[in-house]
């Protein structure tokens, strides 16, 4: 099973920053926390990852608690094309990645 | 960069048929995987490759699933005989090295449809 918990969907404005929770209470210590995206018929698309850090890429930023037991993907300026399915996903030491059902979200002109 | 590449796009088959998938992972990357992915759920690992060795087929349904990556590069995803249940999008996805915390890089996949 999944070890994160997200809402299932979420609206934003284009050009408005984009910031999906993500739960992820029973994390351990060596497991990182991965965002992939989804756009409809395309295949997931890697966004970012991160350990204790905050990280930052040309696509998002990722900010984790300090306790790790949540953490919020930022997309800062939405457009129309970022309309997606966004996955968080816990990955251990076994290399899964193991899918929940995600947020959908969707940027409304 | 080139992505990771499957074949066919689309295939639609009879319940009880066999069919096949390919896929060509990005040059270099030793670590393949096949996901399945039903409507409205996300991907489900099927099984994992390093190079040309299996590393984890446990939610593989072997009684009708089989993979092979034989020369350690491209892979085949092979069903026979096709139910009902398995209509689904077909995932290939690759990434650098086995537990190396490297992402794992996904293709559009084949979506396989059973009538």
């Known amino acids: 099973d999944a070890k994160t918990t997200q809402p299932p969907s979420m609206d934003c404005a284009e050009g408005r920053a984009a910031n999906l929770p993500c739960n992820h209470s029973?994390?351990?210590?060596?497991?990182?926390v991965y965002w992939y995206r989804q756009i409809h018929s395309q295949g997931p698309q890697y966004i970012i990852h991160g350990l204790k850090n905050n990280e930052t890429n040309e696509m998002a930023s990722l900010i984790i608690t300090e306790d790790r037991k949540s953490s919020t993907l930022i997309l800062p300026h939405a457009t129309l094309r970022d309309t997606a399915v966004y996955y968080c996903i816990v990955r251990g030491d076994t290399d899964k990645l193991i899918f929940g059902t995600g947020t959908r979200l969707q940027v409304f002109p | 960069e080139a992505g990771v590449a499957q074949s066919p796009r689309y295939k639609i088959i009879e319940k009880r048929q066999s069919v096949a998938f390919w896929c060509n992972p990005i040059?270099?990357?030793?670590?393949l995987y096949w996901y399945q992915q039903i409507l409205g759920q996300g991907p489900k690992l099927l099984i994992q490759f390093q190079n040309n060795g299996v590393v984890d087929d446990s939610q593989l349904p072997k009684d009708r699933f089989s993979a092979e990556r034989l020369k350690g590069v491209d892979s085949t995803l092979k069903i026979q005989p096709a139910k009902l249940e398995d209509s689904a999008v077909y995932l290939c996805?690759?990434?650098?090295?086995?537990?190396?915390?490297?992402?794992?890089?996904f293709g559009d996949g084949t979506r396989l449809s059973i009538l």
């Open positions: 996805a690759s990434s650098l090295a086995y537990d190396s915390n490297q992402p794992q890089h």
């Open positions: 029973t994390i351990s210590g060596n497991e990182y």
């Open positions: 040059s270099g990357h030793a670590t």
